[in-house]
């Protein structure tokens, strides 16, 4: 995992100014700007504003799932905020071509999408919030300045909408009324939704074949644009091509990680995302089998025997990338 987001930092640091700029979005001083829209400058309304609890009406089980999943706590856990505390400490401050804020579209962006609709005095408030919540001596200091991060988070509406389409989100393609699924509205006439988010009513259902393909995941969990070579950017998602699909595999990210209850194809699909740190998904990931037989090894020089044990050792992974991965 080190490796993995020591690869992140390096990754996305020389990389996301370059898929800013490869889809043709106008990225502003300090990451994506939204043409026509009014930026929000307070935490609490922008939290409200993208807030899915409404989703809960209908879809409990699934919402229940995603406040337990690592998307739901995408933004606030201890190693994250941790983490952007040095690279705003140790890199961006000390680098003389960018500033604190670059953070907002080298990091925040995919652990809290519609911080997109942040305007800059509320980045630099939420930065002031990381640094507070890591370094303050008082804890409940750091404790009330957790409290506030918890509130951005990777919700329904960042992956149903923002992130539903290829380029979706810097290219700002998304309709932002509707709600992307694997089907959409087969009838228009007879919406599968009729909702009210505080953004607005949500009457469109849209189809998204990107939702339902691994690029979707990739765009996050490969995180490196198009420009970057496959083999020079090794990720989880380089491992499943190259270890899993160039070898016969055949299921998506989210035929593993988005399982149905029971495996009952009536059932919707899971929104916890097990990974390693589940132990039960992790332990079916790994099969070990042991052959032991005693026999007897024979030192020459002393001309003795002494009993030992032969372990035959057999690992198979039905992990769809390397185990564990970082
Ligand atoms: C392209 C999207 C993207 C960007 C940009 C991004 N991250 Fe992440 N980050 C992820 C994903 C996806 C994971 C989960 C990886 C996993 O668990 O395998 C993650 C995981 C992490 C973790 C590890 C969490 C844990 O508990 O193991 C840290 C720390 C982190 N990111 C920090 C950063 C920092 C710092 C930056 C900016 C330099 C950044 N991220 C930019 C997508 C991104
Ligand atoms: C990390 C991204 C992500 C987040 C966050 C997310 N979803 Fe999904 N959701 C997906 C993907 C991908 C699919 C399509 C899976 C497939 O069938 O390939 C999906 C499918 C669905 C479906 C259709 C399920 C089925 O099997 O017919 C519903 C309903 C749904 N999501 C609701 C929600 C709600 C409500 C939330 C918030 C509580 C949410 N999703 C959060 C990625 C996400
Ligand atoms: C009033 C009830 C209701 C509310 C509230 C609601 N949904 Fe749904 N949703 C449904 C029904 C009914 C379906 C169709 C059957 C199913 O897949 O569960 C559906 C389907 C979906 C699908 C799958 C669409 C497809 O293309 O197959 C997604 C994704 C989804 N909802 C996301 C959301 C999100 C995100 C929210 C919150 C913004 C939300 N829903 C709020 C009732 C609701
Ligand atoms: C908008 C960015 C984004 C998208 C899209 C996304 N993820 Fe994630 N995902 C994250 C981040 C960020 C984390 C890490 C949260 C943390 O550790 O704090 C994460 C965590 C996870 C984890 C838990 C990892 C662990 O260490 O236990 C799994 C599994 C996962 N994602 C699978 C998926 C799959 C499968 C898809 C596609 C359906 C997907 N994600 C789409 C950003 C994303
Ligand atoms: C064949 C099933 C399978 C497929 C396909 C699969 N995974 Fe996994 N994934 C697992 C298992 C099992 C684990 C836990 C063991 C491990 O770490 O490999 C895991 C772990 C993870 C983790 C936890 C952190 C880590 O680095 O190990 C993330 C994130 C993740 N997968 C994302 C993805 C994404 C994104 C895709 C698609 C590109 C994908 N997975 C495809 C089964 C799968």
Known sequence: MRFLFTML???T???VPLSVSASGAAPGAHGPTVPGETLI???DELAEKFDTKVCADCHEQIYE???RSGHGRAFSTERVLQTWRTFIKQGLEKEDHLDKMAIKSHCLWCHAPHIKY?????VSEIIDYIITAVDDPE???REAAKKELSKLNLNCYGCHNMFALKDGYWGNKPEKLAIYGPKGDEDPEDPVHDVEMNIGPITKTIKSDYLASVNMCARCHHGCPDSVPFWQCKTLYTSYVENYILKGGD????DCHMPREDNDPDNPRGHYFPGVHDKDFFAKALEIEIEAESTQFINNYKNELTPTLCLKVKMTSHSGHGLPNG
């Not at 942040?118 to 509320?122: F, G, N, Q």
């Open 251 to 254: 299921k998506r990210c989210q």
């Open 13 to 15: 640091v020389a990389a």
């Open 41 to 43: 400058s307070s935490l």
């Open 118 to 122: 942040a305007t800059d005095e509320l």
């Open 9 to 11: 930092l390096l990754i």
């Open 139 to 141: 804890e409940p200091k």
């Open 65 to 67: 799932e995603w406040t």
